[in-house]
């Protein structure tokens, strides 16, 4: 019974057990997932009274739609509605709520995966598995509410139904994703659509004939739902796309070059399968149709200023399908004389990947000190008197880096994310602790500090790499409030 589990379904629990260990060692969320996060949380504990939402106050540059938490927070909900019966902290909402997206994206995962395993063999599925699983972003950001991570399921099935040779409905995925998820998903669904008419895998009359109906109807889906959440008709990635692309503002966010993705954001999100997808590409001509669309959603993306990794997360499972084509060649030839070269070569960089992959899970596990911060007030931070509301005040830097609605705790405490606040106005409020990047602020004494991934430093001896860490969030105590004051705090050194 036990084999045939494994044999069904090993590889899933090999790779679902990695990404729930991410979850349960980092369960905190950055700026970049806060409004699906924050309207999952929405969704779950104020459901239909909308004047409550977290996005009425805090809306962001550009509206993003809400059909991704929406399905999220359902498939969840019972699990919530159980830990609140419980009186479990709202962490553990968060918890749930990232393991459901987690098992969605790694649902469709299993679906290109079988129909690798199908048209390559099982040979290439088994290292398809094994690069994915000593890679570090893919399984730490498919369970985390990225609009990124929500687009890579329909790519994913798009790439299962491309394998298959179920065209149209591969298209039709891209289109869904496009509409309501992501609008730069028209960067390879483009391409996509290029090359299947160039090689005349498709009809074209017989496209428009089963996309445009697709691309109205997810057209339609978002405006209908997301008008209601926003409370005015819209379609948030029409606006997405006139702010990034036609507006061109993106890039006051920050500008790389444009070959970084290709020179850092891939050898980072690859690593061994980096030169190993090169090598794949060159060795069998069967994966040239899969990965030609994939690199040229890269270099298109690359025309943009502003660059993330997340934005090219979706290129990521097609190259590991190429590496891993090319490390079935060099195992299965790892017994001819320059074969076996590679194969050391292959072995050392999967132990290299595997290195890199630690160090930046130790990294990411000290990147999110304002939630640790809140986390540790709320042990030491409570008062006798169980009457008083302690407001706790949370700065745009703390806000960005851990700190979510899920991480909030019931009376008495209250918190507050008023912005333009200066250092000086602090002092003529009434909030009861400070979560700020500042060190000193007058009128509040610094209660305690918490340290954060600064950089990697090399040096001598073992290890060889070490993580500098250095106090990112200090937590600050009102002077006037003396039983605050009487507490045995550390301070800020």
């Given at each position: 019974m036990a084999s045939k589990f494994l044999q069904l379904y090993g590889y899933d629990f090999l790779l679902g057990s990695i990404a729930a260990f991410y979850v349960f060692m980092v369960p905190y969320t950055k700026v970049e997932e806060s409004f699906?996060?924050?309207?999952?949380?929405?969704i779950l504990y104020h459901r239909h009274h909308l004047e409550n939402y977290d996005h009425k106050e805090f809306p962001g540059v550009v509206p993003r739609t809400f059909i991704g938490a929406l399905l999220v927070s359902i498939l969840a909900s019972p699990v919530v509605f159980t830990m609140s019966l419980l009186h479990l902290p709202k962490l553990y909402s968060l918890i749930a709520v990232r393991m459901v997206l987690g098992c969605i994206i790694l649902c469709t995962l299993r679906f290109f995966r079988l129909q690798i395993r199908k048209k390559f063999g099982y040979q290439v599925e088994a290292f398809f598995v094994i690069l994915t699983a000593i890679q570090f972003h893919l399984?730490?950001?498919?369970t985390r509410g990225l609009p990124n991570i929500l687009a890579l399921g329909a790519v994913n099935l798009a790439y299962g139904l491309w394998l298959e040779g179920s065209i149209y409905a591969a298209l039709n995925c891209l289109i869904f994703a496009t509409i309501i998820f992501r609008c730069d998903i028209l960067l390879l669904l483009c391409p996509l659509g290029v090359e299947l008419l160039l090689t005349k895998s498709l009809s074209l009359l017989k496209a428009l004939k089963y996309c445009i109906p697709v691309a109205v109807l997810c057209i339609g889906l978002t405006v209908a739902i997301d008008s209601i959440f926003w409370k005015r008709f819209l379609w948030p990635e029409f606006e997405v796309f006139w702010f990034n692309s036609v507006l061109n503002r993106s890039s006051e966010w920050g500008t790389h070059s444009f070959h970084w993705y290709f020179t850092s954001a891939l050898p980072r999100s690859l690593l061994a399968a980096y030169p190993l997808f090169m090598l794949g590409f060159i060795l069998d001509r069967r994966v040239w149709p899969f990965v030609l669309p994939v690199l040229s959603f890269v270099i298109l993306y690359s025309k943009l200023a502003h660059k993330e990794l997340r934005f090219i997360i979706s290129s990521v499972p097609v190259l590991n399908l190429s590496a891993a084509i090319a490390a079935s060649?060099?195992?299965?030839?790892r017994k001819k004389s320059l074969w076996k070269i590679f194969n050391l070569i292959m072995l050392g960089l999967l132990l290299i990947s595997l290195g890199c992959t630690i160090i930046t899970f130790k990294a990411s596990y000290e990147n999110y000190p304002s939630a640790y911060a809140l986390k540790k007030l709320h042990n030491v931070g409570g008062i006798a008197n169980k009457s008083d509301e302690l407001w706790v005040h949370?700065?745009?830097?703390s806000a960005m880096n851990g700190i979510s609605l899920f991480c909030e705790d019931d009376f008495p405490w209250r918190y507050s994310k008023e912005e333009g606040i200066t250092l000086k106005e602090f002092g003529h409020r009434n909030f009861t602790y400070l979560i700020n990047e500042h060190s000193a602020i007058?009128?509040?004494?610094?209660l305690f500090s918490v340290n954060g991934f600064s950089r990697i430093r090399l040096q001598p001896g073992?290890?060889?790499i070490l993580l500098v860490k250095e106090p990112k969030v200090y937590v600050h105590g009102n002077m006037k409030n003396k039983e605050v004051m009487g507490k045995?705090?550390?301070g800020c050194s």
């Amino acid at each position: 019974m036990a084999s045939k589990f494994l044999q069904l379904y090993g590889y899933d629990f090999l790779l679902g057990s990695i990404a729930a260990f991410y979850v349960f060692m980092v369960p905190y969320t950055k700026v970049e997932e806060s409004f699906n996060v924050q309207a999952m949380h929405d969704i779950l504990y104020h459901r239909h009274h909308l004047e409550n939402y977290d996005h009425k106050e805090f809306p962001g540059v550009v509206p993003r739609t809400f059909i991704g938490a929406l399905l999220v927070s359902i498939l969840a909900s019972p699990v919530v509605f159980t830990m609140s019966l419980l009186h479990l902290p709202k962490l553990y909402s968060l918890i749930a709520v990232r393991m459901v997206l987690g098992c969605i994206i790694l649902c469709t995962l299993r679906f290109f995966r079988l129909q690798i395993r199908k048209k390559f063999g099982y040979q290439v599925e088994a290292f398809f598995v094994i690069l994915t699983a000593i890679q570090f972003h893919l399984l730490f950001y498919c369970t985390r509410g990225l609009p990124n991570i929500l687009a890579l399921g329909a790519v994913n099935l798009a790439y299962g139904l491309w394998l298959e040779g179920s065209i149209y409905a591969a298209l039709n995925c891209l289109i869904f994703a496009t509409i309501i998820f992501r609008c730069d998903i028209l960067l390879l669904l483009c391409p996509l659509g290029v090359e299947l008419l160039l090689t005349k895998s498709l009809s074209l009359l017989k496209a428009l004939k089963y996309c445009i109906p697709v691309a109205v109807l997810c057209i339609g889906l978002t405006v209908a739902i997301d008008s209601i959440f926003w409370k005015r008709f819209l379609w948030p990635e029409f606006e997405v796309f006139w702010f990034n692309s036609v507006l061109n503002r993106s890039s006051e966010w920050g500008t790389h070059s444009f070959h970084w993705y290709f020179t850092s954001a891939l050898p980072r999100s690859l690593l061994a399968a980096y030169p190993l997808f090169m090598l794949g590409f060159i060795l069998d001509r069967r994966v040239w149709p899969f990965v030609l669309p994939v690199l040229s959603f890269v270099i298109l993306y690359s025309k943009l200023a502003h660059k993330e990794l997340r934005f090219i997360i979706s290129s990521v499972p097609v190259l590991n399908l190429s590496a891993a084509i090319a490390a079935s060649r060099i195992y299965n030839n790892r017994k001819k004389s320059l074969w076996k070269i590679f194969n050391l070569i292959m072995l050392g960089l999967l132990l290299i990947s595997l290195g890199c992959t630690i160090i930046t899970f130790k990294a990411s596990y000290e990147n999110y000190p304002s939630a640790y911060a809140l986390k540790k007030l709320h042990n030491v931070g409570g008062i006798a008197n169980k009457s008083d509301e302690l407001w706790v005040h949370i700065d745009p830097f703390s806000a960005m880096n851990g700190i979510s609605l899920f991480c909030e705790d019931d009376f008495p405490w209250r918190y507050s994310k008023e912005e333009g606040i200066t250092l000086k106005e602090f002092g003529h409020r009434n909030f009861t602790y400070l979560i700020n990047e500042h060190s000193a602020i007058d009128g509040f004494k610094c209660l305690f500090s918490v340290n954060g991934f600064s950089r990697i430093r090399l040096q001598p001896g073992f290890p060889p790499i070490l993580l500098v860490k250095e106090p990112k969030v200090y937590v600050h105590g009102n002077m006037k409030n003396k039983e605050v004051m009487g507490k045995n705090w550390p301070g800020c050194s």
